[in-house]
């Protein structure tokens, strides 16, 4: 079988949709060998990430060949890659960033993987124009794939509210974390990582973008509740809610010593900060599946995040849940996973077993078992 992939997102964004383009691709090359895969990408991108490509043999990557496909990048992804899908003589083919190509050959099955309708559910997060796009693209490719990839079943649910999807063309398929992250660190790297970033010796840690739907600021008002005395270290890229966060830390005279800002974390140390956290809260108010969840559970980590929506999918029965607006609870909660050694060890091992669902072989499984659905 010959699939192709749109591979814009993996050879140009360096996380989130580029994370999970690349990890998908790898891990059919590995586990089906048997298989040709084809990358369609607007342009090559110079993209260390991708340097597993030159390990095999049965993959190629195709970018636009004409002048005009060339100069027009855009009208080649969305129209004229079509044609070079045809020319390709791909099996199928799968849109793995929410959108497929516009002019379709019938005779090949498109499957599209849409990772969370978001910008329905807090439009005031993005632009206009953006939202305009954003909702053409997704309600297109919902109505003529062959296939829709949920990848969680919060996300299957928003399709059918807010696009009226018919529930048996989605197929709910989660989505696995990096191989680095279900690596044990030794002491020396973990020593490494420690004394680069200036870690302290016990931390809460929270990783994402630093921005409003994250609700990095219920985490700061709860330590102020809090009867442990542990610093905070923040792993993402910061965003306009920034400059909030800095005004209530300067209102809530917030100790400059009890938090960390970190960026420019490598998928190589962002698994050592992890084993490094003595805990991992999360307090979204919405995610389409919440992957520093299982990044953190695969690094053995007790977790903390919001009840309700898709964070139990990726948490499981043994994380902790609050209300993401609860700050009493949420101290209270962190309270009491520093505090007790044999609630710590329970949700470190339950996680870990919970993470194994994740992995890489079962989620290519899968997959592939819902190709053949279309074929």
Known sequence: MKIGFDAKRAYQNFTGLGNYSRDLIEHLIEFYPENEYRLFAPKEFKNPRLNFLSNYNNVESVFPETPINKTFKGLWRSINMGKSITKNEIDIFHGLSNEIPRIKNHDIPYVVTIHDLIFKRFPRNYGSIDRK?????????????????????????????FYGAEPEKIKVIYQTCHKNFRKEYSAQVLHHIKKKFSLPDQFILNVGTIETRKNLISIINAMTKMKEDIPLVVVGK?????????VQLKKLNFDPSKILFLHDVSIEELPGIYQLASLFVYPSI??????????????????????????????GQHSVYIDPLDEEQLANEMDRCLSYSKL??????????????????NI???LMNAYKTVL
């Open 286 to 315: 919405f995610e389409g599946f919440g992957i520093p969840i299982l990044e953190a559970l695969s690094c053995g980590i007790p977790v903390i995040t919001s009840k309700d929506g898709c964070f139990a999918e990726a948490g």
């Open 133 to 161: 796009i954003y909702n053409i693209k997704y309600r297109y490719a919902v109505k003529h794939a062959d296939l829709t990839i949920a990848i969680s079943q919060q996300t299957k649910d928003d399709l059918i509210e």
């Open 364 to 366: 290519s499984k899968e």
């Open 344 to 361: 710590r060890e329970k949700m470190i091992i339950k996680g870990l077993k919970h993470a194994k669902k994740f992995e890489p072989d």
């Open 238 to 246: 910061k965003t306009k809610y920034m400059n909030f966060l800095s």
